[in-house]
C-alpha cells in the first residue's frame, strides 16, 4: 500500500526537529517559517511538551468520556485562565473541521435556525459543515449539495444585515484574521458590527481561530485586537503543538444537555496532558508577548522592502508580491535553508512560525529574503532582454 497521493510533496524528507528548526535525511537544518502549517506553537520537540505526554501515556493515556477526567478539567481551567474566556465551557475535539463542525451544531441547537453567513475567500475546513462555510467550490463533493450559507465579503455591513434581517440565521462564522486566503484582517468596526447585529437578529457569532489563536498574532485570540466576544470560539493547531486536538470555547448563555454533542477521541487524557503542556509553556516562556515584539519588528522590517503589501499581526503574516511567489520560495528554500506557507494568493507567502522565533532567526529571515527578491529582480531582468 502506498500513501493516498493529495499532496504535491516539498521536495525534502524532514527527519528531526527541534525549536525553530527542522533536520532533513541529509543533515540539513532549515528556519521553519511555516511551523507545520500554523501548529507548532511552542516549538518542535519542546521539552516540558514532550514529557507532559511521555509521562501521561505511561500513566494513563485514555478513558472514554464516560468517566471524570482531571486532567482535561486542569486543562480547560488554564486555557480559560490564559485566554480571559474563565466563564466559557469548553469541548475538546480533535482537529479544526470537528471543532467548526460542532461550534455550527450549537448555534443551530441553540437558536432552532438553519442559516449560516460566512466570509468570501475564508477557509473552514474539509468536514461537510465546515465545507459549507468555506468559499472554495473545488473541494465539496457531489454528495455536499446541501447549501445553507450565505457567503457575504469582508467588511460588507449591509450585505451582513439583509442576510441577518430574514431571521433563519444561526450564526456568522469568521477567522480571527483569514490565514490560507493570504492573511486578510477582518476592521475592528467589522468585527463589531457582527457582535451587535448578532444580538439584534438572535443569531450567534463564531470566531474562527484555528489558525490565528493560541497567541499567534500577540494576543491570546486575534478577535481580541476588536474588544469583541463571540458567542462560540474555535481552536485547533497550536493547541496541541502537532498532538491533534481542537476545541470550541463556549459561552455560558449555551447550556448543555447529555447527548447534545459526543465523541470518542476528544479530550482524551493524553491530549489534554498535551494541551495543558503546550498552555504552561505559553505562559512560562511568555510566547505570546515574544509573538508580539518578534512579530512586530518582522512587520516594520518587511514593509521597508519592495512588496505589494504586507500584512498580518505578531507571527501571523502574509507578503504579496507583484509576481507569484513560486521561484522566491524555493530560492528561500535552496539556498537559505528557510521554509515558509503559500496562500491561496499565489502571490503571497506567508510566514508562520513557533512562537518562540528569536530575533536573530527573524534578521536572518530578513536577510535572506532581501537578498532573494534581488535574485528574482535580476533574473526579470535577463528575461526581459
Ligand atoms: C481557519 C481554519 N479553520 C479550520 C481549519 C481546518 O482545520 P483542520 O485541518 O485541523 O481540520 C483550518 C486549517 O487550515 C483553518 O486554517
Redesign the pocket.
Known amino acids: 500500500m502506498i500513501p493516498f497521493d493529495v499532496y504535491p510533496l516539498q521536495p525534502i524528507t524532514p527527519i528531526k526537529a527541534q525549536g525553530c528548526y527542522v533536520w532533513d535525511d541529509k543533515g540539513n537544518r532549515y528556519l521553519d517559517l511555516y511551523g507545520g502549517?500554523a501548529v507548532i506553537s511552542i516549538g518542535h520537540s519542546q521539552p516540558e511538551f514532550v514529557q507532559a505526554i511521555t509521562q501521561q501515556t505511561g500513566t494513563m493515556g485514555f478513558y472514554s468520556n464516560s468517566v471524570q477526567n482531571p486532567v482535561q478539567v486542569a486543562m480547560a481551567k488554564k486555557l480559560g485562565e490564559l485566554s480571559g474566556y474563565e466563564d466559557y465551557q469548553l469541548f475538546m475535539i480533535n482537529?479544526?473541521?470537528e471543532a467548526?463542525e460542532n461550534a455550527i451544531k450549537l448555534a443551530s441547537f441553540q437558536t432552532g435556525k438553519q442559516k449560516v453567513i460566512s466570509i468570501t475567500k475564508g477557509?473552514?475546513?474539509?468536514t461537510s459543515l465546515?465545507l459549507g462555510v468555506t468559499d472554495n467550490p473545488k473541494l465539496s463533493a457531489p454528495v455536499n449539495t446541501v447549501h445553507n450559507t450565505v457567503f457575504i465579503e469582508m467588511e460588507d455591513v449591509d450585505a451582513l444585515e439583509t442576510a441577518l434581517a430574514k431571521n433563519d440565521v444561526a450564526a456568522v462564522i469568521i477567522?480571527g484574521i483569514q490565514?490560507?486566503a493570504g492573511i486578510y484582517e477582518p476592521s475592528v468596526s467589522f468585527l463589531q458590527s457582527i457582535q451587535t447585529l448578532c444580538k439584534t437578529y438572535g443569531a450567534l457569532f463564531i470566531a474562527?481561530e484555528?489558525?490565528s489563536g493560541y497567541g499567534r498574532t500577540g494576543k491570546f485570540f486575534a478577535h481580541q485586537y476588536a474588544n469583541v466576544k463571540p458567542d462560540l470560539i474555535t481552536v485547533?493547531?497550536g493547541m496541541g503543538n502537532g498532538f491533534p486536538i481542537?476545541g470550541v470555547l463556549i459561552s455560558p448563555e449555551i447550556k448543555p444537555y447529555y447527548g447534545m454533542l459526543g465523541t470518542t477521541f476528544g479530550g482524551t487524557h493524553l491530549g489534554s496532558a498535551a494541551g495543558l503542556a503546550v498552555l504552561n509553556v505559553l505562559e512560562s516562556e511568555n510566547l505570546i508577548e515574544n509573538a508580539n515584539q518578534v512579530g512586530d519588528y518582522l512587520l516594520s522590517e518587511l514593509n521597508k522592502l519592495e512588496a505589494v503589501e504586507v500584512r498580518g499581526r505578531g507571527l501571523m503574516i502574509g507578503v504579496e508580491f507583484s509576481y507569484p511567489i513560486k521561484e522566491l520560495r524555493k530560492t528561500l528554500l535552496e539556498d537559505h535553508k528557510i521554509f515558509t506557507g503559500v496562500a491561496s494568493n499565489p502571490h503571497v507567502i506567508r510566514v508562520l512560525p513557533p512562537l518562540s522565533l528569536s530575533m536573530e532567526q527573524a534578521l536572518y529571515f530578513l536577510e535572506s529574503l532581501k537578498s532573494t527578491i534581488k535574485k528574482a529582480k535580476k533574473h526579470e531582468a535577463v528575461s526581459i532582454h
Not at 123 to 126: I, L, Q
Open positions: 502549517h482537529s479544526g473541521a467548526v477557509f473552514h475546513g474539509r465546515a477567522e490565514g490560507i474562527d484555528i489558525q485547533a493547531k481542537g
